[in-house]
């Protein structure tokens, strides 16, 4: 077996309690009142060092000096428990860290919008008893949980926790629930399986078999073109005035990114269940990087809608967290030209038909994301043979 990877699980649930809310506007009221004094004068926080590896200056906070100087105002002016005040400067100089060393943030500014508060993984703890939920709390005792999904909390009860993020929301608080576990995972080795990602298929395999998986992008043009665009042309003037309009639209919005989520997490689990069925430990990836801005210069209309709604990104990490839950290795090699060589003999292919590529070498012909398939595990194989 090969190196230990610490991977985190989510889950998302709900409760109605007035002293949370309370809580949690506290919580934030301390956060944005800690944030704006250190970027008033960030020296008095913390030190300024030259990073060699980078060759920037960069600020860097000093806890202890922080934690004098808001530790005691939080907990008498904002009424925040003693752990809970803890976290709170310490997130706080998280925020004035990366809003200093932003470059593009000049002015230093920091707005935080919504009201939310972070528990660290001492402060809280979930039971489940006779079917119920609950949460308990340090210093506020126990809520029982309304929303929450038992499959989910289950799985990931016997992790390790995290940081408990809370947000409200009209009358409740969504709860984000972080668990942790550690996992080992195998050496990345010859037997391997790819993946090639394009906008109507996901096809998965290698020399011996493949398998493919239908994307949603059909469906998601579908909704974009007949019930978003058809609305905003049927009100071109009222859509952005009205407020039921408005709210449809964003509601068809939500239902596209819906069913994209839903795809990438259920093509994501048939993936690593392929390669754990016909005994593969290594599941090789395309490395996509700055794709996007790649593509931003293509006129086509219909290329470009398909791209913006194709998550791609998402995908890859759904694929290489399921895969590293379940122990196998995921490893990224060039997407650069692997549809457009014959993977038998590396000559150039030409195409033969509307997606099928021959080789006047060899005589292969094959759909051209097949040949993918087959040139990314060549190339890992490669990679494989020069470590040697």
Known sequence: MGNEVTLTGTVVMTVRSEPLVQLIKSYTDGLRYV?????????????????????????????????KAFYELLKHKFNLPPKIAQSCFREASMIAKSVINNQNNNENKCIIKEYRARFDNQSWKLEIRNDKCYLKLKYLGEIEVTGWNKKWLEKYINWSKGDLIMKTSKDRVKLFAVFKKTKEIADPSERAIAVDLN?????????????????????????????????????????????????????????????NDDFVKQVSKKVVEFAKVNDYD????????????????????????????????????????????????????????????CPNCGSKLTREKRRIMKCENCGLALNRDSVAVRNLVNKWLGVLRCAV
Not at 41 to 53: A, E, F, H, M, Q
Not at 211 to 234: V, Y
Not at 295 to 301: F, G, M
Request: charged share 35%.
């Open 199 to 259: 906008f109507n298929e996901i096809v998965v395999g290698n020399f011996d078999l493949e398998q493919r998986f239908k994307t949603p992008m059909q469906k998601i043009i579908h909704i974009k073109k007949n019930c978003i665009e058809k609305t905003q042309k049927r009100y071109p003037k009222q859509w952005l005035k009205i407020k039921g309009i408005r709210r449809t639209i964003s509601r068809w919005w939500r239902r596209i990114s819906g069913i």
């Open 282 to 341: 290594t599941i090789v990836l395309e490395d996509l990087s700055n794709l996007r801005l790649k593509q931003s210069d293509i006129k086509k209309k219909s290329w470009r809608e398909r791209f913006t709604f194709f998550a791609y990104r998402k995908l890859q990490q759904w694929i290489e967290w399921q895969a590293k839950k379940d122990g196998l290795a995921v490893i990224y090699v060039p997407a650069k030209k692997t549809s457009k060589i």
């Open 35 to 67: 944030v704006h004094s250190i970027l008033e004068d960030p020296s008095l926080y913390g030190r300024w060092r030259y990073i060699k590896r980078s060759r920037k200056i960069k600020w860097e906070q000093d806890i202890s000096r922080i934690s």
